[in-house]
């Protein structure tokens, strides 16, 4: 919670354990624990089990250890040695869904989140500004996608439908299952985790939900963010009749918005103060001013010192306080105020004096952005439900939300140039919010869109309209969007074409890698099968895969973001994809040469990448590269070296 005491500055040097306490919590928030001295008072204390699970780790964690203040359920620690996991999957372009694919800044990633989480961690480590989900609220309604811990990329490719069979459907969590919150805890647990190292230091998360799992999410969120950087939780009344079907006759009108940032250090815009009520009908040259209530808030018994009586110096007339409130300022500073002519006395002596505030005075013109989410600006569900139905002239979604709660939510933390991650897409009303307060504030914000492709139910409006799953709902939705405002502007002449630019989006689906040797080895597979496998690894890019999906896993897996521009170059007579402005250079050619190596070193990318499989084998062309980078980085500044790397 802010505080808003000064910092007191201390008198001593540098405590360097506090710091490296406070360093350690910064990157480890859910490691602090409370725990109980031998006097029985309460200390804030290291889990160092859990640390040591956070480093990769393991121990019979939560078994054998003192009794400690947290959150603990089943399959707490199988959900954290997910989050170790690592993923070897990829997320292949398709060019044929998307819009705009070469010039786009956004993207929509279809595939389970978990996995697709984990591949982002190198390219957008630190990078996302703005984090939204609308998650399943556990309803029991509702399915949540069962993680399978062992492999989890082969249950998302057997659910999708791309392995094996023709998709598995999985049950929705019911509340007789028993395991309840904790299915959903398990599911929403390595989510979360690995999605605040994709926030910025002063980026900001916010989470939908209900109820139903409010008070896990917020305990979940303490620990994994750090209690001290919870924002609030926001309250959004989402229906606007009360619902007369609650057994208990109360009917739950509202939900919340969960909000924690990364650090301390970011903040929300707020509210900008209402300065229609300064004016200058005295024309007072110190400019438009205000009349506010001099009243103070305690009575003569709690602050004597507030209850005096205020003499008009003109009339003589003397103003006594409200007996239960007294002023809100001292003798002193009122004389002192009627000094300055900063007292405004009333007409009649029945009235009490007021202060003459100045526009100018304020201190600020940001106040604070209110918990309680206004419906009347904001909207109700049925304002979501409205808005796709209109787009699609169906209703096609179940219970969207409506665009202008996650545009308010983006006005309040983002600025014109960040990037925005809502990877429980649904529908898509993330990149329409996005896309609308662009168009509104000229902005040029990037979305990041994930959206399992789970199935519509064939007796839904979406399937008998055409779609088959709710990325295909979410991808259409977007064009449908991207169309609308470019209708919208059409005919204006105070637009130039820049402001349409951006409004593309880049479709990935979540797939296996097109590396075999990055491929998952089950660990149960037969010695027959292996020794296939080794075979393949002769040749071990999947022959199905194109030119682009072999880049784009690169892009991913060397770090850059998958937006970055790309070109294709030709160098020594070999083509090569330049990315990033010729940052990187990648060769898939199937033929390393010394010439092209010679002219890759002259063209000074950061990174040059190429097929181990290139040099056939010859592990003195390979040396020599490696020498003629060596040779050309020792001549230059460290900040100028060629990174060289295969695949
Ligand atoms: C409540 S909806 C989001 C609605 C969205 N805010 C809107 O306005 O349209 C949650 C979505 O998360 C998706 N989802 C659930 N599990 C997922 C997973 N593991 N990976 C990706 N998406 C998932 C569901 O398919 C569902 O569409």
């Known amino acids: 919670m802010p505080n808003n005491q000064p910092e007191k500055l201390s008198g001593a040097s540098l405590d360097i354990a506090a710091e490296n306490l406070r360093r350690l919590k910064q990157l480890f928030p859910s490691v602090f624990t409370e725990t109980v001295d031998d006097n029985g008072i309460p200390t804030e204390s290291i889990d160092f089990e859990k640390l040591k699970a956070e480093l990769g780790t393991f121990s019979d964690l939560f078994e054998s250890r003192r009794e400690r203040y947290g959150m603990d359920w089943p399959g707490k620690k199988e959900a954290l040695r997910l989050i170790q996991q690592r993923s070897h999957a990829t997320l292949k372009p398709c060019r044929e869904e998307s819009v705009d694919f070469d010039t786009t800044g956004n993207l929509f990633i279809e595939g389970d989140n978990l996995e697709v989480l984990k591949l982002l961690q190198t390219s957008y480590y630190g990078r996302v500004k703005m984090i939204y989900i609308d998650p399943p609220y556990n309803t029991g309604n509702e399915f ?8 989890s990329l082969d249950t998302y490719l057997e659910y999708a439908g791309l392995k094996d069979s023709e998709g598995r459907k999985f049950s929705t969590n019911s509340p007789n299952e028993g395991r309840f919150h904790t299915k959903w805890l398990n599911m929403m647990y390595p989510r979360l985790y690995l999605a605040r190292n994709l926030l910025r230091d002063d980026g900001v998360i916010f989470i939908s939900i209900d109820d139903n799992e409010v008070s896990n999410l917020r305990k979940m969120c303490d620990e994994i963010f750090g209690e001290e950087n919870q924002l609030g939780a926001f309250v959004w009344k989402r229906r606007q009749n009360p619902d007369s079907r609650n057994q208990s006759n109360v009917s739950i009108d509202h939900e919340y918005v969960v909000a924690y940032s990364k650090t301390p250090s970011s903040q929300l815009h707020g509210t900008l103060i209402d300065t229609s009520k300064y004016q200058n009908p005295d024309n007072d040259p110190r400019g438009p001013w205000a009349s506010i209530d001099l009243s103070g808030l305690a009575t003569k018994e709690q602050r004597p010192n507030l209850h005096f009586d205020i003499v008009d110096p003109t009339t003589r007339v003397s103003y006594s306080p409200n007996p239960n409130r007294g002023w809100s300022k001292s003798p002193q500073v009122v004389n002192k105020m009627i000094a300055e002519g900063r007292i405004l006395f009333p007409k009649s002596p029945d009235g009490r004096p007021r202060e003459k505030k100045f526009l100018k005075d304020l201190k600020s013109n940001i106040t604070g952005f209110s918990s309680w989410l206004n419906s009347n600006s904001v909207g109700f569900t049925t304002n979501g439900t409205r808005e796709v139905t209109k787009l699609f002239s169906n209703k096609t979604f179940d219970f969207p939300k409506p665009s202008s709660l996650i545009g308010l939510l983006l006005q309040q933390s983002t600025d014109a140039n960040d990037i925005i991650l809502d990877f429980f897409a649904g529908s898509a009303t993330t990149a329409h919010a996005v896309l609308e307060l662009n ?5 040029s914000r990037k979305f990041i869109l994930v959206q399992l492709p789970e199935p519509c139910s064939p007796d839904s409006e979406a399937f008998k309209a055409g779609y088959r799953t709710i990325a295909d709902i979410g991808k259409e939705r977007i064009r449908r969007v991207i169309e609308k405002l470019g209708t919208e502007e059409e005919g204006r002449l105070d ?7 951006g ?13 075999r040797k990055w491929q998952y080895l089950d660990p149960s597979i037969s010695p027959e099968e292996i020794l296939e496998e080794l075979r393949l690894h002769v040749d071990h890019i999947d022959p199905n895969a194109s030119a682009e999906d072999l880049l784009y896993e690169i892009l991913l897996k060397a770090g850059l973001t998958l937006v970055e521009p790309v070109e294709t170059v030709t160098l020594a007579g070999s083509r090569l994809f330049s990315v990033a402005g010729g940052e990187l250079l990648v060769s898939l050619e199937d033929r390393m040469t010394k010439e092209l190596i010679d002219a890759v070193v002259e063209a000074e990318p950061k990174q040059f990448i190429c097929l181990d499989a290139a040099f056939h084998g010859n592990d003195q062309l390979k ?15 460290q900040a100028d070296h060629i990174l060289f790397r295969t695949v």
């Open 503 to 515: 409004r593309g989006f880049k479709v990935l689906k979540l797939g296996r890698s097109n590396f």
């Open 439 to 443: 168009k509104q504030d000229n902005g």
């Open 623 to 637: 040396a020599n590269t490696v020498q003629a980078f060596n040779a050309r980085n020792m001549q230059e500044e």
């Open 495 to 501: 637009l130039d074409e820049s402001s349409s630019q």
């Open 144 to 151: 949540i996608y069962p993680d399978n811990y062992s492999e």
